[in-house]
């Protein structure tokens, strides 16, 4: 729709022309004015409805980015329970309650971190697959083995060629 008025829009420009010479001379100037009115409302119509499109879709971008926040935000909260350091190891005991922490064998503890990265991976990463999104690729090794390191984990994995499969190595 958008196309057709701004395809009329041209062509009426081009009639205002054409017309405008030929009927000056004659003394119909009606016609050279009506085209002329026509153009203009055509063009502001057209300008109207690109705005209200424009708009609606920086409302759209504003809801995805607002649920792609709480999808990250949810994410770092899920690896902050499924990484808390031993008493031990914690430098600060205060960062996650203990009234939070839910104990979990360790190879779903990894499962769940694993999943956890990956999704991170994907909230922070262009050029996503469709396999990595439907949860059948993993991110790549490397980018995977720095986290769990920051993450203060003894672990690493391995990651197959075609990267749909993973493997923990035990730290």
Do not use: C
Request: charged share 20%.
């Amino acid at each position: 729709m958008d196309t057709l008025l701004a395809t009329i829009t041209a062509l009426t420009s081009f009639a205002l022309v054409v017309l405008g010479i030929i009927e000056l001379s004659r003394g119909r100037w009606f016609v050279f004015v009506s085209l002329g009115l026509i153009g203009i409302v055509s063009s502001i119509y057209s300008a109207s409805r690109t705005s209200g499109s424009m708009a609606a879709l920086i409302d759209k971008l504003d809801t995805a980015n607002k649920k792609l926040d709480q999808a990250k935000k949810t994410n770092d909260d899920i690896l902050a329970q499924l990484t808390v350091p031993s008493k031990s190891e914690s430098h600060d005991a205060a960062e996650v309650p203990p009234s939070k922490v839910m104990p979990v064998p360790a190879n779903q503890q990894q499962d769940a971190i694993l999943q956890a990265l990956r999704n991170e991976y994907i909230l922070s990463h262009d050029g996503i697959t469709s396999a990595m999104m439907a949860g059948l690729q993993w991110p790549d090794e490397n980018w995977l083995n720095v986290r769990l390191k920051q993450l203060h984990q003894t672990w690493s994995v391995r990651v197959s060629p075609d990267r749909t499969n993973v493997s923990t190595i035990p730290g």
